[in-house]
Nanobody
Framework: QVQFVESGGGLVQPGGSLRLSCAVSGITFGVASMGWYRQVPGKQRELVASVLSGGSTYLVDSVEGRFTVSRDNAKSTLSLQMNSVEPEDTAVYYC?????????????WGQGTQVTVSS
């Protein structure tokens, strides 16, 4: 059974930091490309950070220089270090494979973790 369990979200002030974690099970984590997605109400979910099995990373321009994505293949976990957060980073954050996991034509997502950036 494939599962993505995100944690670490919360309320943070602009300019602050937050670290998100994701525990992954049911897939061969070490060979999977993994990513962090985020979604705000009324908008499509977007991929903001990804890390390939070999460790290469990709960040969208809006978070480049502020966020860091990393993985621990031994523990099957994915992390997102968020620094210098901005109100525009407010969203529900999800981890998933890249592209996202599908089984029998159905998308599979975890519950996500809410990040709210506000003073």
């Amino acid at each position: 059974q494939v599962q993505f369990v995100e944690s670490g979200g919360g309320l943070v002030q602009p300019g602050g930091s937050l670290r998100l974690s994701c525990a992954v099970s049911g897939i061969t984590f070490g060979v999977a490309s993994m990513g962090w997605y985020r979604q705000v109400p009324g908008k499509q979910r977007e991929l903001v950070a990804s890390v390939l099995s070999g460790g290469s990373t990709y960040l969208v321009d809006s978070v480049e220089g502020r966020f860091t994505v990393s993985r621990d293949n031994a523990k099957s976990t994915l992390s997102l270090q968020m620094n210098s957060v901005e109100p525009e980073d407010t969203a529900v954050y999800y981890c998933n494979t890249v592209p996202h996991f599908r089984w029998n034509s159905r998308d599979l997502w975890g519950q996500g973790t809410q990040v709210t950036v506000s003073s």
